[in-house]
């Protein structure tokens, strides 16, 4: 592989690690510190991109589009928070699966009601819908190029109001001893709601800002849940910066493995071979990743320091 | 389950009130399809485009009153096992119609084969059962998988194609499918590269085929794949720059959502929209007034399948109780295809041509799959010699 391709698989691989830290940066704050194991998140993804999808068919402006479907995906959000996940709290962890497990059936199935079984297309806005050239003979969409942009921004942008805010403190507080915080006299309920909320709502965007790139369709957001939940277990539970940085490795890891497996294994192998193992061997490339994280530092790469 | 329920009441409703009684005995036909998740929408255009032949014939194929039991497989290999065993066993269908997959049809062949009832898939045509395990109360109205992308081979060996990039899901049909386009084309081969199944972003695959000099692109990428492959290979620019030969990547049930970035590409099949035969241009006509839909080849195989059961239903005079008459009258195939000429090869395959297909915008705006070339004449697929039929 040449260096120009080299550096555009990595920008690839980027842009996707990009997209699963969106996703990622709210299913691991409600699991850290709410400690609650919420499968409903991918289908937090698909409600943000079917719903901006909506209103850009009402309005054709993706960006009034993209603020209304974030507004109904907060909304929605909260609703969930309030009268379905607000009660599984104090449940076990195999209560919380099977409920949220339900409600990705539910929502699915109404998805596929609403809008159809196939798949559906979101153009992205106008301003960014040309590409250049980037090496010779492949033009690359500047709408990517934004994706990185807005991802690393909402990035830094989470990481000050976790750690320079005061509600992030109390959402670090609540994360290590939520007990000792409700004590202090804070309202331990209304701040798992916003951090539920705001969670969802991350998870909205990243569905709705990676709609333009790939397409809507029903379940779009289940097989990506299951690479989220390898981002924060490596990344460690709660951690917002080990999201980024297991985001980002995940992102590389893959979209560079699936370049490169098979060519590396045709060294060793005859080329049916290699065809018939790389392929294999390139989808379980982050799994391989997280067992070895997983033997040296068991809580993931930044774990959260919890008391008691 | 709704549909299937449905479907009855209506059938009964129908079998009360409109329906006289008829001599002939009566003829329940059970349908088997994937009508759930994103590849419902090629289940869903076999059924409409089996009930509008049900329906432009009266109620009645081959001069039987007809029942149509529709059940959803959901493409798990389990669920469509206990449908089509409740068709079998609760329904007692004459004739079952399935399935869109390949991997359905291996669910539900044994039992429907046992019970020793007549299969005849609409569209799934795998090879497992055209060679050695050919048997016959199984007919196919598609064809055999292989085929359309031998089709495409040759077409680029005989078109002066040099190097080719194959790129296909890493499963069975599409390991067929590259199997299936080397069988005719011998130049280069720049990669072969597989993608896990319901593959989202192929940005990395597309890096790899704009440096790979290659002249042609060709794939495999049934459903939202190959929406998504499409949209990003017109996005990289790569359209102008490469021949993109590919078969179930762009057609009707994808065209919706590709649109413009699917024009300029090239599919390979049996039949498109356009078919200059009167009859097809009537089938078209008359599905998108009834569905508000452009039909496909899933669609038309249904359609013809419709039709050869009412051929062959009539051939012994609706007696659906004859069955070695209607097994052979089913083989006959003395029906109006839409195709044109339709015969079964010894496996009850069929022998067919196979076109080019381009990508046009209609005047109303929508788009459809158009002939462009004839590749194969009254082409057999390769498995057939093996079959002992």
């Known amino acids: 592989?040449?260096?120009?391709?080299?550096?555009?698989?990595?920008?690839?691989?980027?842009?996707?690690?990009?997209?699963?830290?969106?996703?990622?940066?709210?299913?691991?704050?409600?699991?850290?510190?709410?400690?609650?194991?919420?499968?409903?998140?991918?289908?937090?993804?698909?409600?943000?991109?079917?719903?901006?999808?909506?209103?850009?068919?009402?309005?054709?402006?993706?960006?009034?589009?993209?603020?209304?479907?974030?507004?109904?995906?907060?909304?929605?959000?909260?609703?969930?928070?309030?009268?379905?996940?607000?009660?599984?709290?104090?449940r076990n962890h195999l209560d919380q699966v099977l409920a949220t497990f339900g409600i990705i059936l539910f929502v699915n199935e109404l998805v596929k009601v609403i809008w159809g079984p196939s798949s559906l297309i979101l153009p992205p806005p106008e301003i960014f819908s040309w590409s250049f050239e980037i090496i010779e003979g492949l033009r690359y969409p500047i709408y990517r190029l934004v994706v990185i942009a807005v991802g690393i921004t909402v990035a830094v942008g989470l990481y000050?109001?976790?750690?320079?805010?005061?509600?992030?403190?109390?959402?670090?507080?609540?994360?290590?001893?939520?007990?000792?915080?409700?004590?202090?006299?804070?309202?331990?309920?209304?701040?798992?709601?916003?951090?539920?909320?705001?969670?969802?709502?991350?998870?909205?965007?990243?569905?709705?800002?990676?709609?333009p790139m790939f397409?809507?369709?029903?379940?779009?957001?289940?097989?990506?849940?299951?690479?989220?939940?390898?981002?924060?277990?490596?990344?460690?539970?709660?951690?917002?910066?080990?999201?980024?940085?297991?985001?980002?490795l995940i992102g590389l890891l893959d979209t560079l493995g699936r370049a490169v497996t098979t060519d590396i294994l045709r060294l060793f192998f005859d080329p049916s071979t290699a065809n018939q193992i790389g392929p294999a061997l390139s989808s379980m490339l982050i799994y391989i990743l997280m067992a070895v994280v997983l033997f040296f530092k068991p809580e993931g790469l930044f774990p959260v320091h919890r008391a008691g | 389950m709704r549909?299937?329920?449905?479907?009855?009441?209506?059938?009964?409703?129908?079998?009360?009130?409109?329906?006289?009684?008829?001599?002939?005995?009566?003829?329940?036909?059970?349908?088997?399809?994937?009508?759930?998740?994103?590849?419902?929408?090629?289940?869903?255009?076999?059924?409409?485009?089996?009930?509008?032949?049900?329906?432009?014939?009266?109620?009645?194929?081959?001069?039987?009153?007809?029942?149509?039991?529709?059940?959803?497989?959901?493409?798990?290999?389990?669920?469509?096992?206990?449908?089509v065993k409740s068709l079998l066993e609760r329904d007692d269908v004459d004739i079952v119609v399935g399935t869109i997959f390949s991997n359905m049809l291996a669910a539900i062949y044994k039992p429907v084969i046992k019970a020793d009832k007549i299969l005849i898939s609409p569209n799934a045509g795998p090879s497992t059962f055209a060679g050695?395990?050919?048997?016959?109360?199984?007919?196919?109205?598609?064809?055999?998988?292989?085929?359309?992308?031998?089709?495409?081979?040759?077409?680029?060996?005989?078109?002066?194609?040099?190097?080719?990039?194959?790129?296909?899901?890493?499963?069975?049909?599409?390991?067929?499918?590259?199997?299936?386009?080397?069988?005719?084309?011998?130049?280069d081969i720049a990669d072969e590269v597989f993608t896990p199944l319901g593959h989202k972003d192929f940005s990395a695959e597309i890096a790899q085929i704009a440096t790979s000099k290659s002249d042609a692109v060709f794939t495999f990428m049934p459903g939202g794949m190959g929406v998504r492959f499409v949209k990003q290979f017109d996005e990289a620019g790569l359209s102008d720059k490469m021949t993109f030969l590919s078969a179930f990547t762009v057609?009707?049930?994808?065209?919706?959502?590709?649109?413009?970035?699917?024009?300029?590409?090239?599919?390979?099949?049996?039949?498109?929209?356009?078919?200059?035969?009167?009859?097809?241009?009537?089938?078209?006509?008359?599905?998108?007034?009834?569905?508000?839909?452009?039909?496909?080849?899933?669609?038309?195989?249904?359609?013809?399948?419709?039709?050869?059961?009412?051929?062959?239903?009539?051939?012994v005079d609706g007696d659906v109780s004859n069955k070695e008459g209607l097994m052979a009258a089913l083989k006959e195939a003395k029906f109006d295809s839409m195709r044109g000429t339709f015969t079964f090869n010894n496996n009850q395959y069929p022998i067919q041509d196979f076109y080019l297909l381009n990508i046009a915008k209609r005047a109303d705006g929508k788009y459809q799959t158009e002939i462009a070339e004839k590749i194969l004449e009254n082409s057999g697929d390769s498995f057939a010699a093996e079959c002992k039929m």
């Open chain 1, 1 to 90: 592989m040449s260096m120009s391709l080299f550096l555009v698989q990595s920008l690839n691989g980027l842009q996707f690690g990009i997209l699963l830290f969106l996703i990622a940066a709210g299913l691991t704050l409600v699991f850290g510190v709410m400690g609650f194991i919420n499968l409903a998140h991918g289908v937090q993804y698909m409600i943000g991109a079917y719903l901006t999808f909506m209103f850009f068919q009402w309005t054709t402006n993706f960006f009034i589009a993209l603020l209304l479907g974030m507004i109904v995906a907060l909304i929605i959000g909260l609703a969930c928070e309030m009268f379905i996940f607000r009660h599984l709290y104090q």
């Open chain 1, 160 to 211: 000050f109001a976790v750690f320079k805010t005061r509600v992030g403190m109390l959402v670090r507080a609540g994360a290590t001893n939520p007990e000792m915080v409700s004590a202090l006299g804070v309202d331990i309920k209304r701040l798992f709601m916003i951090v539920f909320g705001f969670g969802t709502m991350l998870a909205g965007f990243a569905g709705a800002i990676a709609a």
């Open chain 1, 215 to 248: 397409s809507l369709e029903p379940n779009m957001g289940d097989d990506l849940l299951i690479t989220v939940f390898v981002v924060i277990i490596i990344g460690g539970i709660g951690s917002i910066r080990g999201a980024f940085i297991a985001a980002v």
């Open chain 2, 3 to 83: 549909k299937f329920l449905s479907t009855t009441a209506a059938a009964i409703a129908l079998a009360f009130t409109t329906v006289p009684v008829a001599n002939a005995a009566d003829l329940k036909v059970g349908l088997v399809l994937t009508l759930s998740g994103p590849p419902g929408a090629l289940g869903k255009q076999a059924e409409d485009g089996f009930n509008l032949a049900v329906e432009k014939l009266g109620g009645s194929l081959g001069g039987a009153n007809t029942t149509v039991v529709v059940v959803d497989d959901e493409l798990k290999p389990d669920v469509a096992l206990t449908r």
């Open chain 2, 132 to 187: 050695e395990k050919c048997h016959p109360n199984f007919f196919v109205t598609s064809y055999q998988n292989n085929q359309n992308f031998e089709a495409l081979g040759k077409y680029a060996q005989d078109n002066g194609v040099k190097r080719v990039f194959m790129l296909a899901p890493n499963y069975q049909a599409g390991r067929d499918a590259m199997n299936g386009f080397k069988k005719y084309f011998k130049g």
């Open chain 2, 251 to 315: 057609d009707e049930t994808t065209l919706p959502a590709q649109k413009d970035a699917a024009v300029g590409l090239f599919g390979a099949g049996t039949w498109a929209p356009d078919f200059d035969l009167d009859r097809s241009k009537d089938f078209v006509s008359s599905f998108e007034a009834k569905y508000g839909y452009v039909p496909g080849s899933y669609a038309m195989q249904a359609y013809d399948a419709a039709l050869l059961i009412d051929s062959a239903v009539s051939a």
